[in-house]
């Protein structure tokens, strides 16, 4: 049974720093490229960031969306089977419910997500 636990989201001020967690129960965790998706109310889920997977035991090449680039930095613990999503300098436009799921042919049943509101 794939479980996706997503964590660390929370209120946060406009220029401020969240660290969301994805641990994964998903068997050869380290082979697929992971990602960081989110959802807000009547939109469609977007992925924000990516990174593929490997023999490291970090992963390996990152990418993200042009609204998040340069602020967003996605890695990956694959001795953990958790992806981890550093986020500064947030906007009230970051704010979403973050889910992580593979890219490549996700699974079904996403995680509950974890809420992120930029706000003064």
């Known amino acids: 049974q794939v479980q996706l636990v997503e964590s660390g989201g929370g209120l946060v001020q406009p220029g401020g720093s969240l660290r969301l967690s994805c641990a994964a129960s998903?068997?050869?965790?380290?082979?697929?490229?992971m990602g960081w998706y989110r959802q807000t109310p009547g939109k469609q889920r977007e992925l924000v960031a990516s990174i593929t997977g490997g023999g490291s035991t970090s992963g390996g090449s990152t990418n993200y969306a042009n609204s998040v680039k340069g602020r967003f930095t996605i890695s990956r613990d694959n001795a953990k089977n958790t992806v981890y999503l550093q986020m500064n300098s947030l906007k009230p436009e970051d704010t979403a419910v973050y889910y992580c799921?593979?890219?490549?042919?996700?699974?079904?049943?996403w995680g509950q997500g974890t809420q992120v509101t930029v706000s003064s």
């Open positions: 799921n593979r890219v490549i042919g996700p699974y079904n049943n």
């Open positions: 998903i068997s050869s965790f380290r082979s697929y490229t």
